[in-house]
């Protein structure tokens, strides 16, 4: 059991850096102006790339409501990831610990009893589908032998998971102090949900049929509470391509919702979190589902996984001192770059500021780094990358004895040389006039001397 726990805890810490790193230098699109979304918070993932491509006030500390039971289904689901068979043959039940603090409050249940002897299996269901907060009470005292406990439980799985803006009191999701989470929050939760077994399997089912149990002597099917899955239930806001996950609803937090939705090889998961219960004029509206179906149809219409950089693209050239044969070399961005992207937003709108090192020096190795490119859009950088390489450039002795002689000729050392040269000759040619005429002094000298012997003879 320590080692899984170990296991689990390693997994966490992995995923929600990656999911942190990712966040924190994603680039998302703002909300389109045709899209007239009621929610006070919206995010956006797409699961094949994990990039996070919509966004409104993402990090904004709201009420979840039941999407609290997410936290609560992901403890129990850890509890028995390797004995997943023993959630169907674990049967619990619930004291009055579990029901005092939900009398007179209306909340959602699943009409289960105090004394009540129910498979975990069956709790997981009425927890997602039927939202039962009774459910999420009866799986918190039998895991952690309180309902304290399991809520510092939910905190501790939540601070592993990097949710910084999250903090729970209660396991089911009613309004009380202290008890908030954000849309990103709850995105890095319900992704980290999606890895264990049967989370999906559950919270995506439409409908379930619970056992009989000593209190209810027939089995009884529950619904899920996310009317987009069924035509019959949803009406207006049915849409095919969605799937759970859960759905939240309080007078302080709003109508909220997580859901999934699949089309064209394409999967988002969507949170929505703050949306009104009643238009203006009271009536009750689900503007969680209105919301949902508006963007999922606006992410399956315009977004596409797009190539925005090639690593075969030629962008510069860069100079380099001593090359055999030619003084540059052409490089190429180290890999491509590709993500999800609107197709309304042409790609010539994208700017690439190129970098290139200064002071390049044959030899030069194919894939040498030699600069670097950033890609921006409206100002924001999608990505840095270095810049390599297309080909190989060897060493000229020739041209760099050249280059040495070229730079050497105007530069203040070859007019020290010059003056010094200069300053040499000069003094050297006054050395030889000195000594020329100091000879032919003394030749004079000499030949006077010799004249004068002569006369004597005679």
Same mark, same amino acid.
């Given at each position: 059991m320590l080692l899984r726990r170990a296991a689990a805890v390693f997994v966490s810490l992995v995923l929600s850096f990656c999911l942190l790193s990712q966040s924190a230098a994603a680039f998302t699109f703002s909300l389109p102006s045709e899209l007239n979304i009621a929610s006070e918070a919206v995010y956006l993932v797409n699961l094949d790339t994990k990039e996070v491509v919509l966004e409104k006030n993402g990090d904004k500390q709201l009420v979840p409501a039941s999407l609290t039971k997410i936290m609560t289904a992901i403890l129990l689901l850890e509890e $028995?990831?390797?004995?997943?068979?023993? =959630?169907?043959?674990? $049967?619990?039940?619930?004291?009055?610990?579990?029901?005092?603090? =939900? $009398? =007179?409050?209306g909340c959602s249940n699943a009409d289960i009893q105090i004394g009540e002897k129910v498979s975990y299996k069956d709790l997981l269901y009425a927890l997602m589908l039927r939202s039962a907060c009774e459910a999420a009470n009866i799986i918190a005292y039998n895991l952690a032998g309180s309902l304290e406990a399991f809520a510092q439980m939910m905190n501790d799985k939540a601070y592993e998971l990097g949710c910084r803006n999250t903090h729970f009191t209660n396991a089911h999701g009613l309004f009380w102090e202290d008890h908030y989470t954000t849309a990103h929050d709850m995105a890095i939760i319900t992704q980290y949900a999606l890895t264990l077994p049967m989370f999906e399997e559950i919270s995506c089912s439409q409908e379930y049929t619970m056992e009989a149990t000593n209190f209810h002597g027939e089995p009884r099917k529950i619904i899920h509470t996310n009317f987009m899955m069924s035509k019959a239930q949803g009406g207006d806001n049915y849409y095919e391509y969605v799937k759970g996950i859960k759905t939240g609803t309080l007078d302080e937090a709003g109508r909220c919702l997580v859901s999934l939705a699949m089309k064209d090889g394409y999967s988002y998961l969507l949170v929505t979190m703050g949306a009104p219960q009643k238009d203006a004029n009271g009536n009750n509206v689900y503007y969680n589902f209105i919301d949902a179906k508006a963007i999922y149809t606006w992410a399956f219409d315009n977004l596409r996984y797009t190539d925005l950089i090639l690593d075969t693209e030629e962008l510069a050239e860069v100079p380099v001192s001593y090359g055999e044969g030619r003084d540059f070399v052409i490089v190429r961005p180290e890999e491509s770059y590709s993500r999800i992207w609107d197709l309304s937003v042409p790609l010539s709108s994208l700017h690439k500021k190129i970098t290139v090192y200064e002071n390049v020096v044959a030899p030069v190795n194919e894939g040498d780094t030699l600069g670097t490119l950033e890609l921006q859009y409206a100002g924001e950088t999608l990505v840095t990358m270095d810049l390599v390489a297309t080909s190989s450039l060897a060493r000229s002795r020739q041209a760099e004895l050249m280059t040495v002689a070229q730079n050497f000729v105007g530069s203040e050392h070859f007019y020290d040389a010059v003056k010094y040269t200069a300053g040499f000759f000069l003094i050297y040619t006054i050395l030889i006039i000195i000594i020329k005429i100091a000879v032919a002094k003394q030749n004079k000298k000499q030949s006077y001397l010799m004249g004068g012997r002569t006369r004597r003879r005679k």
């Amino acid at each position: 059991m320590l080692l899984r726990r170990a296991a689990a805890v390693f997994v966490s810490l992995v995923l929600s850096f990656c999911l942190l790193s990712q966040s924190a230098a994603a680039f998302t699109f703002s909300l389109p102006s045709e899209l007239n979304i009621a929610s006070e918070a919206v995010y956006l993932v797409n699961l094949d790339t994990k990039e996070v491509v919509l966004e409104k006030n993402g990090d904004k500390q709201l009420v979840p409501a039941s999407l609290t039971k997410i936290m609560t289904a992901i403890l129990l689901l850890e509890e $028995y990831k390797d004995n997943i068979h023993g =959630l169907s043959t674990t $049967y619990v039940s619930g004291t009055s610990a579990c029901f005092d603090e =939900l $009398y =007179l409050t209306g909340c959602s249940n699943a009409d289960i009893q105090i004394g009540e002897k129910v498979s975990y299996k069956d709790l997981l269901y009425a927890l997602m589908l039927r939202s039962a907060c009774e459910a999420a009470n009866i799986i918190a005292y039998n895991l952690a032998g309180s309902l304290e406990a399991f809520a510092q439980m939910m905190n501790d799985k939540a601070y592993e998971l990097g949710c910084r803006n999250t903090h729970f009191t209660n396991a089911h999701g009613l309004f009380w102090e202290d008890h908030y989470t954000t849309a990103h929050d709850m995105a890095i939760i319900t992704q980290y949900a999606l890895t264990l077994p049967m989370f999906e399997e559950i919270s995506c089912s439409q409908e379930y049929t619970m056992e009989a149990t000593n209190f209810h002597g027939e089995p009884r099917k529950i619904i899920h509470t996310n009317f987009m899955m069924s035509k019959a239930q949803g009406g207006d806001n049915y849409y095919e391509y969605v799937k759970g996950i859960k759905t939240g609803t309080l007078d302080e937090a709003g109508r909220c919702l997580v859901s999934l939705a699949m089309k064209d090889g394409y999967s988002y998961l969507l949170v929505t979190m703050g949306a009104p219960q009643k238009d203006a004029n009271g009536n009750n509206v689900y503007y969680n589902f209105i919301d949902a179906k508006a963007i999922y149809t606006w992410a399956f219409d315009n977004l596409r996984y797009t190539d925005l950089i090639l690593d075969t693209e030629e962008l510069a050239e860069v100079p380099v001192s001593y090359g055999e044969g030619r003084d540059f070399v052409i490089v190429r961005p180290e890999e491509s770059y590709s993500r999800i992207w609107d197709l309304s937003v042409p790609l010539s709108s994208l700017h690439k500021k190129i970098t290139v090192y200064e002071n390049v020096v044959a030899p030069v190795n194919e894939g040498d780094t030699l600069g670097t490119l950033e890609l921006q859009y409206a100002g924001e950088t999608l990505v840095t990358m270095d810049l390599v390489a297309t080909s190989s450039l060897a060493r000229s002795r020739q041209a760099e004895l050249m280059t040495v002689a070229q730079n050497f000729v105007g530069s203040e050392h070859f007019y020290d040389a010059v003056k010094y040269t200069a300053g040499f000759f000069l003094i050297y040619t006054i050395l030889i006039i000195i000594i020329k005429i100091a000879v032919a002094k003394q030749n004079k000298k000499q030949s006077y001397l010799m004249g004068g012997r002569t006369r004597r003879r005679k």
